[in-house]
C-alpha cells in the first residue's frame, strides 16, 4: 500500500485490513473464467437438478432423477468419470481412480451415477464413507440401486470383516477415554517409579526430611510428580496413536524411539532433562500385545489398525470399492482401503478415491492429505496399473463471485509450503446465481449463517446478534407488530416480511451441532471459574488443580480438546464470565430451535462441512493471510515449479505452514454460500492489498534501495503496514500477486 513517508498507523487508518473493509461495500459481476457447457453422455441422459436443500440435511449434492423431468445432463467433468467406470468390467480389476472434487461440484451425484453403471456390469460395491451421519445418507441414496451397494465408515468395514485373533474372540469397542484411564490405572506405579529414578530433583527432596519448611516442599514436588507421571501416561496413550495412523509394522513400532510422541521428545529435551530412549514405544508396544491377547480393551482406531496389518478380508464377490471424503484419512486408512485393497495378489479390487486437499479439515485426527497426493507412487513400480486421475470443479452450489473468493484461497494455497502436496485447480461457478459479497458492515437477509473456526467465537457472535436485535426492537418499538396478537382471521401475509417473522419480538438462534455439548461446557466453565477466583472447585475431576494456570497448562500438554472452549471463555469474559454463560444459556440453548426455523444460525467450519446455506458470514477469527519471504532453495513453491536459475534469489509465498489445516477451514466456509457471502476485514485486507500492490508503478529496477528506505515520496509496505519494502522485495510480491490472475484463468 503507497504511504506518505513519515505518517504514522494512526494518519494512514490504522489497521490495514479494518481500513480496507470500510471501504469496500458491495461487489458484483466479477469476472472470472466461463463454465464449460455440460455435454450429453453417450448413453443414458441423467438428471441434475437444482435443489433447496435443507440446511441441516447433511447434503452438499443435488438431487438425482431419471430423465423425464428435465432437460439437464451430467457435466462433461462427471461424464467422464461415469464413462470410464463403465469400461471398466468385473475381470479388469486392480485401477485405482483418483477424483478431486471441489466445493459443491456434485460428487456424490456423480458417484450415484457411477454406481448405477458399474451395478449394470456386475460389480459389487462397497461405499466407504467418513462418519455415520454420512452412512445413514448414504443408505437413503444408494436405496434404489440394490443390495449390490453396502454403505459403511471405515471402522464399521474393518470391525465387519476383521479376522479375530480366535474364533470366539470378543471385541466391544470402547471410546479413547477408556483405553487412557486403563493406562493410568494400570501403568500409574510403573511410571512413576520410572520418573522417580531419572527426573532430577527427587533424591533432594527425600533427603530434606526433618523440618516444616522441607515437608511442605515435600509435598508440593509430590504434586508436580504427579502432574508429571500423568503427563507421561498421556504421551504413551499418544505414542500408540500415532504409530495407529501409520501404515507401519508392530515391530517397526519398537524398533527404536521414532514413533515416541513429538512433544514428549521435546518435554524431555527442555523441561525434564532425562532420555526417555525407548520407554514409550515399549509401553505402546506391551498395551498392543495385551489388547489382542485379551488383557486390555480395545478402541476404535485399534482394530483399524489390526486390520491394516492384515487381518481384514472382504468377501469374494465386492469388485469395487468408492471412498468418499479420502482427503480426511490417515495413511493407515489409506493403505488398508486403497493400497492393499488394489495390490492384492489373489483378488485385487478397483478403487474409486474422491477427496480434496483443499477440505481437509482433520489434521488434529490424523488426517494427512499428502498421502491422498501421493497414492500414485506405490502404484508407479511393480505390474500394477497407473492411477487414473480426474476432477470435479463446477460448483452447482454458486456463482462466480463466490468462485473467485474460493479460487483465491487455492492460489494462495497453490503458492506457500503447502503447494508440495496440492495439485491446484479453479472452481468454476455454476449456479444461474451470480452472487453477491458484502463486508462485514453491511447486514444480511434472514435467514442466515454465522461460520466460526471456533465455538468461542460463535458465543460471542451469538450474543451480539441478540444484542443489536433488542436495540433495534427499542428504536423501532412503534413499527413492530406482535403477530401472535393479531386476529386468526387477520391475512397476515400482507404484512412486509420482517414484521411475519417476528413472533413476540423473538430472534430465532440455532447451533448447527451438539446443544449436550455446549451445555457440558458451561457448567465445567462456572466451575473452572472458581479457580480464576482463587476458589476451590467443587467437580472431584477438576480437584486437583491448584490455579487457573495450572488447568490451562494440563489443557495444554495433555491436548484436552474438551476443555480449549473453558480456557479460551475465562480469558476472554473474565468476571463477567457467568453472566454472560447464563444468557447464551437462556436465550439460545434452552430455547432450542429447529435450524429449519431459525433467523441465524450459529455454525464452526467443521461443523458446516457438506452443508449450504442461502446467506453466510464468515467470521474474523480465522487464520491471518500474509506474505513471508524465503530464499528460493526453501521455498516449496519454487521447488515444485522446477526452476533451474538462481537459487539464492529471494522468493515472496504466503505464509502458512506445510502441514496443517487452517487456510482449508476458510475454503470450507466461504464455499458454503448459494446467494450472498460476508467476508471479514481479514479477507479485504489481503484482496485489497493484492490489488493495490499491482495498480501501483514499479519502482525502476535499476535503483537501488536497502531494506526499510523509502524511494522518493511514497513507499510500499508490507500488509500491515509495519515494514517499509526493498526494490527486490518488491519486485518478489508484484511476480507473486501477477500471477493470480493467470491462476483463475486456469494457468498453473
Not at 498421556?234 to 507401519?248: A, D, G, I, N, P
Not at 458470514?617 to 480465522?622: A, I, N, Y
Not at 470450507?668 to 448459494?674: E, F, I, L, Q, Y
Amino acid at each position: 500500500m503507497r504511504r506518505k513517508r513519515g505518517h504514522s498507523d494512526d494518519e494512514s487508518g490504522g489497521d490495514t485490513a479494518t481500513a480496507s473493509a470500510m471501504r469496500v461495500k458491495r461487489v458484483r459481476n466479477i469476472p472470472v473464467t466461463i463454465p464449460s457447457p455440460a455435454v450429453p453422455c453417450n448413453t443414458a441422459v441423467y438428471v441434475i437438478s437444482d435443489t433447496d436443500s435443507n440446511s441441516d440435511s447433511g447434503s452438499d449434492v443435488l438431487e438425482v432423477r431419471q430423465v423425464g423431468t428435465s432437460k439437464k445432463t451430467p457435466t462433461k467433468e462427471q461424464a467422464a468419470i461415469i464413462d470410464y467406470g463403465k469400461k471398466l468390467s468385473i475381470r479388469d480389476l486392480g485401477q485405482v481412480v483418483r477424483i478431486v472434487a471441489g466445493a459443491g461440484t456434485g460428487k456424490t451425484t456423480t458417484l450415484h451415477l457411477l454406481a448405477e453403471e458399474l451395478v449394470k456390469a456386475s460389480h459389487s460395491i462397497l461405499y466407504i464413507v467418513y462418519n455415520k451421519v454420512a452412512q445413514k445418507d448414504a443408505e437413503e441414496r444408494f436405496h434404489s440401486i440394490g443390495s449390490k451397494v453396502q454403505c459403511r465408515t471405515m471402522h464399521g468395514a474393518a470391525l465387519h470383516y476383521l479376522q479375530r485373533p480366535t474364533a470366539d474372540f470378543d471385541i466391544s469397542p470402547v471410546d479413547d477415554s477408556v483405553v487412557q484411564q486403563k493406562i493410568e490405572a494400570e501403568y500409574m506405579i510403573r511410571v512413576s517409579t520410572w520418573m522417580r529414578e531419572r527426573y532430577a530433583g527427587s533424591g533432594d527432596q527425600r533427603s530434606n526430611a526433618g523440618s516444616r519448611q522441607a515437608g511442605n516442599e515435600r509435598s508440593q514436588f509430590e504434586k508436580a510428580h504427579l502432574v508429571r507421571v500423568k503427563l507421561a501416561l498421556f504421551y504413551v496413550f499418544k505414542t500408540l496413536e500415532f504409530w495407529y495412523r501409520s501404515t507401519r509394522t508392530r515391530e517397526e513400532l519398537t524398533e527404536n524411539d521414532f514413533w515416541t510422541y513429538y512433544p514428549a521428545k521435546l518435554k524431555h529435551k527442555d523441561d525434564w532433562n532425562f532420555r526417555h530412549e525407548k520407554f514409550y514405544v515399549n509401553l505402546a508396544g506391551e498395551i498392543w500385545d495385551r489388547m489382542w491377547t485379551g488383557g486390555f480393551p480395545i478402541n476404535h482406531d485399534s482394530y483399524l489398525k489390526y486390520a491394516q496389518l492384515g487381518y481384514m478380508q472382504l468377501p469374494s464377490h465386492i469388485t469395487t470399492i468408492l471412498m468418499d471424503e479420502s482427503q480426511d484419512s490417515s495413511a493407515c486408512q489409506l493403505d488398508l482401503f486403497v493400497t492393499q485393497l488394489a495390490k492384492s495378489p489373489t483378488k485385487p479390487r478397483n478403487v474409486f478415491i474422491v477427496g480434496d486437499a483443499a477440505q481437509s479439515i482433520y489434521y488434529f485426527r490424523g488426517a494427512r492429505p499428502k498421502e491422498l497426493a501421493q497414492i500414485h507412487e506405490k502404484f508407479e513400480r511393480g505390474p500394477f496399473k497407473a492411477v487414473a486421475d480426474f476432477r470435479l470443479t463446477q460448483s452447482f452450489r454458486f456463482g462466480p463471485n463466490v468462485a473467485r473468493v474460493a479460487n483465491t484461497l487455492l492460489y494462495i494455497k497453490a503458492n506457500s509450503p503447502q503447494a508440495k502436496d496440492f495439485n491446484p485447480y479453479i472452481l468454476v461457478g455454476g449456479s444461474p446465481i451470480d452472487g453477491e459479497l458484502v463486508s462485514e458492515d453491511e447486514t444480511l437477509p434472514f435467514p442466515y449463517t454465522i461460520i466460526a473456526r471456533s465455538r468461542l467465537q460463535l458465543i460471542m457472535k451469538g450474543l451480539l446478534v441478540l444484542a443489536e436485535f433488542r436495540r433495534q426492537q427499542l428504536t423501532q418499538a412503534d413499527q413492530i407488530i406482535d403477530v401472535d396478537e393479531i386476529p386468526s382471521t387477520y391475512d397476515t401475509s400482507v404484512l412486509p416480511t420482517p414484521q411475519r417473522r417476528r413472533i413476540k419480538n423473538r430472534m430465532k438462534i440455532a447451533l448447527n451441532g451438539n446443544v449436550g455439548e455446549y451445555k457440558k461446557s458451561i457448567k465445567d466453565a462456572l466451575d473452572i471459574f472458581q479457580l480464576f477466583l482463587n476458589k476451590r472447585p467443587k467437580m472431584d475431576k477438576f480437584k486437583e488443580y491448584e490455579s487457573f494456570d495450572d488447568f490451562e497448562k494440563d489443557v495444554s500438554d495433555r491436548e484436552l480438546g474438551e476443555y480449549k472452549l473453558i480456557v479460551m471463555l475465562v480469558n476472554e469474559y473474565k468476571e463477567e464470565l457467568p453472566g454472560v454463560l447464563a444468557e447464551f444459556e437462556k436465550e439460545i440453548l434452552e430455547k432450542a430451535f429447529k435450524l429449519t426455523e431459525a433467523d441465524v444460525i450459529l455454525s464452526t467450519a467443521h461443523q458446516s462441512k457438506g452443508l449450504e446455506y442461502d446467506h453466510v458470514e464468515v467470521c474474523d477469527d480465522f487464520l491471518t493471510l500474509d506474505v513471508q519471504e524465503k530464499p528460493r532453495q526453501q521455498s516449496q513453491t519454487w521447488k515444485k515449479a522446477s526452476q533451474a536459475v538462481d537459487p539464492n534469489k529471494m522468493e515472496m509465498e504466503f505464509n502458512l505452514k506445510a502441514w496443517g489445516d487452517d487456510l482449508n477451514l476458510w475454503y470450507v466456509a466461504v464455499t458454503r454460500p448459494k446467494k450472498i457471502l460476508k467476508l471479514p476485514a481479514k479477507w479485504w485486507g489481503i484482496h485489497e492489498y493484492m490489488t493495490n500492490f499491482l495498480t501501483t508503478v514499479p519502482l525502476p529496477a535499476d535503483v537501488e534501495s536497502k531494506a526499510g528506505e523509502p524511494f522518493g515520496e511514497l513507499v510500499l509496505t508490507n500488509l500491515d503496514g509495519s515494514k517499509q519494502l526493498n526494490v527486490q522485495q518488491e519486485v518478489a510480491l508484484r511476480e507473486l500477486f501477477s500471477k493470480l490472475a493467470p491462476f483463475l484463468d486456469g494457468q498453473f
